[in-house]
C-alpha cells in the first residue's frame, strides 16, 4: 500500500483536476484507505497499551496545601 500512495495522489489529483471523474474516484479512496489505516493503528495502540498491568506507584502527599 506504501508504494502505491505517491502514484495514487499525484494521478488521482492530476485526473480530477483536469476534469475525470474517476481520478476523483481515486483520490478518494487513496484518502479512505490512509484514513482507515491510521485509525487502525491508532485503535490497535490503544488497545494493546490499556490491556498492560498498571505501575505500582505511591499515591501523592497533598504538599500543596501548606
Avoid at 476523483?24 to 488497545?47: D, P, T
Wanted: net charge negative; no cysteine; charged share 15%.
Amino acid at each position: 500500500m506504501f508504494g502505491l500512495d505517491p502514484l495514487a495522489m499525484i494521478v488521482g489529483f492530476y485526473a480530477a483536476a483536469f476534469g475525470q471523474r474517476w481520478g476523483a474516484y481515486v483520490l478518494l479512496g487513496w484518502f479512505l484507505a490512509r484514513l482507515s489505516l491510521h485509525l487502525a493503528i491508532g485503535v490497535w495502540g490503544y488497545a494493546s497499551v490499556m490491556t498492560r498491568p498498571w505501575p505500582k506507584v505511591e499515591p501523592l502527599t497533598d504538599w500543596d496545601d501548606d
